[in-house]
């Protein structure tokens, strides 16, 4: 029995889906499954990692310089969970107020790449994906829940989660 914040009690029905033995085989299941829909182009670049350049440049990122970065992302059924492209949001229907809450993240490069995880607070996979673009390249990145928000998740995106993101780097506005 469970009580609501009011006294009253709640009653429900809960059923076991899938026994999954071990998590972390299962994620990686499930990236493989969704690199053969598709994506067949993409492999691992490390356990878990997996990274494909969608357009390709030879502009190389400089040491110690700041860039914009447009994203979006999935979960690995296709849904989008977040983005800060306007239309994207608007189209997938989580679009929140104005275009002002849509600006360009910054991404600071370094040629080091523990200065890469200490200066940019974004999840590893993420920073891991910036860190082998160069400027002006589109890449389709995904990756298991630890390189992403792991056992706990974060607000809408649950524990044990894999992550896709389309990432677009270039020049700082």
Same mark, same amino acid.
């Not at 494909?52 to 969970?81: P, W």
């Not at 983005?83 to 490069?109: Q, V």
């Not at 990145?141 to 390189?147: A, G, H, P, R, V």
């Given at each position: ?6 006294? #009253?009690?709640? @009653? ?5 889906? *899938? ?15 969704? #690199? ?57 229907? @989580? ?32 920073? *891991? ?45």
């Amino acid at each position: 029995t469970i009580y609501d914040s009011d006294g #009253s009690t709640k @009653i429900y029905d809960i059923y076991v889906r *899938k026994v999954v033995p071990d998590i972390k085989k299962y994620e990686i299941d499930q990236l493989e499954e969704y #690199s053969k829909k598709g994506l067949s182009k993409i492999d691992s670049l490390s356990y878990g990692f997996y990274f494909y350049r969608n357009k390709i440049s030879t502009d190389t990122l400089a040491n110690e310089t700041s860039y914009s970065v447009r994203y979006v992302g999935r979960y690995l059924d296709g849904k989008v969970f977040d983005t800060n492209i306007p239309d994207t949001a608007k189209r997938h229907r @989580i679009y929140t107020g104005s275009d002002e809450n849509y600006e360009p993240l910054t991404f600071k490069y370094s040629n080091d790449w523990n200065t890469v995880l200490e200066k940019n607070s974004f999840v590893k996979g993420f920073n *891991k994906a910036l860190f082998n673009m160069k400027l002006g390249e589109r890449a389709t990145t995904f990756f298991w829940s630890e390189l992403g928000y792991g056992t706990e998740g974060k607000d809408k995106i649950p524990g044990y989660t894999p992550l896709c993101f389309e990432l677009y780097i270039y020049e700082l506005e």
